[in-house]
């Protein structure tokens, strides 16, 4: 196990009615506050009408209209109404989208330069300050209410990246697993193998992390176990309560901690909604059987086969290669038994950017040269041929 730190300063009200406890603990960051919506789904649930009550005792600006896979021309937009205004404290009113948006925000107000220099340029420390960031989250999915990651893109380029710091970690978390409850069974789908992802993405890593890895297969098994639930039964409060606290502790640092690992689906995926604004874990559905099948090998073999063995309960007594195509084969049974689409065409996606998608890849995100399995430019356009 390699060393690590260890630290997730988000206060998380987690349960029924912990709206009620916003006011009080948003007051010590400030009472000028920017409240970041997404498209609509706030206002036809009634969730901003109810955070706008929580909070009668603030002065509010409001900043709506975040897509999904946030553009950095609304980053511009924030921005400039935080200055203007004088923002305090930024509260995003949404799914990952909407906090990673506010996010951005929050940083690019202290950003000399545009926004976007400071997105691509996190790595090499464009994030010194950021206004306090919290959130009420009404979608189980990406984990930002409690991680330092916003992912931005920028239609004009076709790029989508990821800005990381500590600085960007929410301040507070309101998670009221019945503000979910409105959520259509396809994004409570893609949301479900989005946290799955993360989970695996962490998962086949470094082999010496005997404790997360337990952890992992547990996370995995309850998002196993609940995202068919909330699908038939979007009000099942057990299953909304696991599948929000379980996407909160797939990406928070915890199962990563001492590991080294590579987020190899993220970066390829990231291409895909870059150039065709695809739905994140829709697209992570599809690539990541296809990115297992691609790298099993004797060096992945163990991991394979105990994710096949711990996970879907695969046969121990099989040959070790059969477990693991078996686990394989059951992850892809479990993405069609939330109906999730399985290949990319019938996204109406074909081959003619994959060339340009896995240099990009390579070049930016370094899984070219990753620690776990590293993958060229042509591994990368072979994965995506076979998502096809
Ligand atoms: O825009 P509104 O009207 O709010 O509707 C949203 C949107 O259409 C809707 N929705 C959210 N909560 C709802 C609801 N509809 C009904 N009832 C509710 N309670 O769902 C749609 C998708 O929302 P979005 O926020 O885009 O989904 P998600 O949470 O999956 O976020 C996806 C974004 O997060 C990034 C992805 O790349 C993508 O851009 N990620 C962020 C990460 C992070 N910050 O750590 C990690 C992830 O790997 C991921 O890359
Ligand atoms: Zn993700």
Same mark, same amino acid.
């Given at each position: ?277 695809? !739905?994140? @874990?829709? &697209?992570? $559905?599809?690539?990541? #059987?296809?990115?297992?099948?691609? *790298?099993? +090998? ?65 070049? !930016?995100? @370094?899984? &070219?040269? $990753?620690?776990?399995? #590293?993958?060229?430019?042509?591994? *990368?356009? +072979? ?6």
């Amino acid at each position: 196990m390699h060393n690590f730190i260890f630290s997730v300063p988000t206060t998380v009200y987690f349960g029924k009615g912990q709206l009620t406890s916003l006011s009080k603990a948003m007051h010590p960051l400030g009472t000028k506050v920017l409240v970041v919506t997404g498209r609509g789904s706030t206002i036809r649930n009634g969730i901003l009408a109810k955070v706008k009550c929580a909070l009668s005792d603030f002065q509010l600006t409001e900043l709506s209209g975040v897509d999904p896979n946030p553009r950095v021309t609304t980053v511009r937009k924030g921005v400039e109404l935080c200055r203007e205004k004088g923002i305090e404290v930024i509260l995003a009113v949404g799914g990952g989208s909407v906090i990673d948006c506010a996010k951005a925000i929050a940083a690019g107000v202290y950003y000399d330069g545009d926004p976007w220099n400071m997105v691509l340029n996190s790595a090499k420390g464009s994030i010194t300050k950021a206004l306090p960031v919290c959130t009420v989250l009404t979608l189980a999915a990406t984990g930002s209410e409690m991680d330092g990651a916003a992912v931005i893109s920028n239609v004009d380029t076709n790029e989508k990246f990821t800005m990381l710091s500590p600085l960007l970690i929410p301040k507070v978390s309101i998670m009221d697993p019945e503000f979910t409850y409105s959520v259509p069974a396809p994004q409570t789908a893609a949301g479900s193998a989005d946290i799955l992802s993360h989970i695996m993405e962490v998962y086949f890593g470094d082999e010496n992390t005997y404790m997360t890895d337990r952890i992992s297969e547990a996370l995995m098994k309850t998002v196993i176990r609940f995202a068919p639930v909330a699908m038939t039964r979007p009000d099942d409060y057990e299953a909304r309560a696991n599948l929000m606290w379980a996407s909160s502790w797939a990406i928070n640092g915890l199962t990563a901690a001492g590991k080294a690992h590579d987020w190899s689906c993220h970066y390829i995926e990231h291409e895909l909604s870059a150039f065709y604004d695809i !739905t994140h @874990g829709v &697209g992570l $559905a599809i690539i990541t #059987p296809q990115w297992m099948r691609y *790298i099993l +090998n004797e060096k992945t073999l163990d991991k394979f086969s105990a994710f096949a063995r711990n996970v879907w309960g695969i046969d121990g007594s099989l040959p070790k290669y059969e477990q693991a195509k078996r686990g394989i084969e059951e992850l892809e049974n479990f993405f069609r038994l939330l109906k999730l689409p399985n290949k990319l065409s019938s996204l109406g996606i074909d081959d003619r950017h994959f060339a340009e998608m896995a240099e990009h890849a390579n070049k !930016t995100t @370094g899984i &070219g040269s $990753a620690s776990y399995v #590293p993958l060229s430019s042509k591994s *990368i356009e +072979n994965i995506l041929k076979m998502c096809l």
